[in-house]
T-cell receptor, first 111, second 112 residues
Framework: SQTIHQWPATLVQPVGSPLSLECTVE??????LYWYRQAAGRGLQLLFY??????ISSEVPQNLSASRPQDRQFILSSKKLLLSDSGFYLC??????????FGPGTRLTVT | QKEVEQDPGPLSVPEGAIVSLNCTYS??????FMWYRQYSRKGPELLMY????GNKEDGRFTAQVDKSSKYISLFIRDSQPSDSATYLC????????????FGTGTLLAVQP
């Protein structure tokens, strides 16, 4: 069976500091990978998705970036965090877009 | 106009009640309709997806799509306290498109 991991689970970072969130998937190959952000009281906002190694599509212009260095690894980064980057970050994988499976999430607080 | 609208609730029902959760969407081109359950501070869990119109049943859960009115529903029979969560609807164009468009979620509380 497939498993998706995210770490860290929680993170408190000062404004202007860098960010690196990691997501890995087990039990499948060549999955589509997604990064979402969920702000309090709001729906999930798609940030990035990838259909293969090195292929990244950005949905929302912001100070975040994503990379896929390996088939089942997806990384979300920032060089300098803003207060508005606070939120619940979710990674998801899928073989088809309408059947996405989410990880446990990372709760980021920027202070 | 938002592409997917969902009443945020909260919706409070007694244990054993039939729960009806609903979303409306604006674009008739959407082909796939999903329901996710999200417990507090956890990632969303896919309950089921439906292609085009019609019903789909899985245990106590039934998903229904009415494309003529652009209305999607999730019914929960014999609701349990463990069903207390936020329920998110999502839509997708199908084909090669990767994007899911989510509603904001409805918070459900099932009282024992």
């Amino acid at each position: 069976s497939q498993t998706i991991h995210q770490w860290p689970a929680t993170l408190v970072q000062p404004v202007g500091s860098p960010l690196s969130l990691e997501c890995t998937v087990e039990g499948t190959s060549n999955p589509n990978l997604y990064w979402y952000r969920q702000a309090a009281g709001r729906g999930l906002q798609l940030l990035f998705y990838s259909v293969g190694i090195g292929q990244i599509s950005s949905e929302v212009p912001q100070n975040l970036s994503a990379s896929r260095p390996q088939d089942r690894q997806f990384i979300l980064s920032s060089k300098k965090l803003l207060l508005s980057d606070s939120g619940f970050y979710l990674c998801a994988w899928a073989k088809v877009a309408y059947e996405q499976y989410f990880g446990p999430g990372t709760r980021l607080t920027v202070t | 106009q938002k592409e997917v609208e969902q009443d945020p609730g909260p919706l409070s029902v007694p244990e054993g009640a039939i729960v009806s959760l609903n979303c409306t969407y604006s674009n008739s081109a959407f082909q796939y309709f999903m329901w996710y359950r999200q417990y507090s501070r956890k990632g969303p869990e896919l309950l089921m997806y439906t292609y085009s119109s019609g019903n789909k049943e899985d245990g106590r859960f039934t998903a229904q799509v009415d494309k003529s009115s652009k209305y999607i529903s999730l019914f929960i029979r014999d609701s349990q306290p463990s069903d207390s969560a936020t329920y998110l609807c999502a839509v997708n164009y199908g084909g090669a498109t990767n994007k899911l468009i989510f509603g904001t979620g409805t918070l459900l509380a099932v009282q024992p």
